[in-house]
C-alpha cells in the first residue's frame, strides 16, 4: 500500500511539471550518428537546453540510447523521479512518452531518460508488427505539448535509431574529423535513403556538424573537410564544435554549457549552432 501511495504522489507531482497541451506541434530532430565518442549526446543536449534557454521554447530530449549519457548530463538539472521507463513505451505497457517526462530546472525542459533494459526492450521490438513506428506513435500526445522533440540516437543503425529516423522531421548528423566518423555518416545518409525507398519517409538532414574539432591538427581535418565537402556540400554546416575541456565539465557536473560557462568556447560553438538552424527551425 505505501508503495502503491509512493507511486501515485510521484506520478501527481509529475503531471504538476508538465507542460499543458496547447497549440504545440513539435519539431522532432533525430540526433544521430553511426560511430560513439562523436559529440552526439553533447549536441543533443546543448541543442535542446538552448532552445528552452535562448529561444524559450518548449523541449522535450528523449534519450534513446541505453547507455544513459542525457540523465548523467543533466543530473543537476533534474526535477523528480519517474519509474516509467521508454522501453516500456514502445512495448506498449505505457501509452505515450510523455508520461515518462521529467521536468528539469531549466524552464521550458523536459527530458524522458533511458533506462538500462533499453537493450532488451529492443530485442522485444523486432517481433512487433510495425517495429519501425513505435517511437512515432508513441510520440502522438508529447507532439502536443512542446514545440521541438529532440531524439538522442544510439550509436547504431539498430532498431531504436531506425524508430527514431522514421518518427522525426529532421536529421541531424554529427561527425568528428576522423575516416571512421566520415564512413557512419555515409552509413547514416544511406539508410535515409532505405527509409525513403522502403516507407516513403522522406527525412531532411537538418545538417551535418563538424564536431571535437582540435584546431591543431590542420592535415587530418582537411582531408576530412575535403571528403565531406565532396560528398555533402549542401547538407554541411558553416558551425564547428570545437575541443572544449569546458563541455566535459559541463557534464560532470551536470549541466548544459550554457548554464555551467556562457562565455567559454564550447557555449558560443553551440550558441552559434542555434543561430544557424534559426531559418530552418522556423525561430
Known sequence: MTSLIGETLRAVARAATRPEPGLHRAQTIAVCTRKGGVGKTTTAVNLAAGLAIRNHKKVL???MDGQGHCGSALHSELRGVTSETVGDILLGKRRDIQEAALATAIPGLWITPSDKDLGAAEDAMSSKLGKEL???SA????KTHYDYIIL???PNLGTLTVNAMMAADWALIPCDMSILALEG???IVETLDALDDTFGHELPVLGMLRTRVDLRNQKMNGRIE?????RYASMLLDTVIPVNTRLA???MDGQPI????ASCTGAKAYDALLEELAPRLGL
Request: hydrophobic share 45%.
Open 61 to 63: 530530449l528523449v534519450d
Open 258 to 261: 550554457l548554464r555551467h560557462d
Open 152 to 154: 538522442d540516437c544510439p
Open 226 to 230: 575535403d571528403a565531406l565537402r565532396g
Open 249 to 251: 565539465q559541463a557534464q
Open 185 to 187: 555518416v555515409d552509413d
Open 139 to 142: 510520440l502522438k500526445v508529447a
Open 134 to 136: 513505435l517511437l512515432r
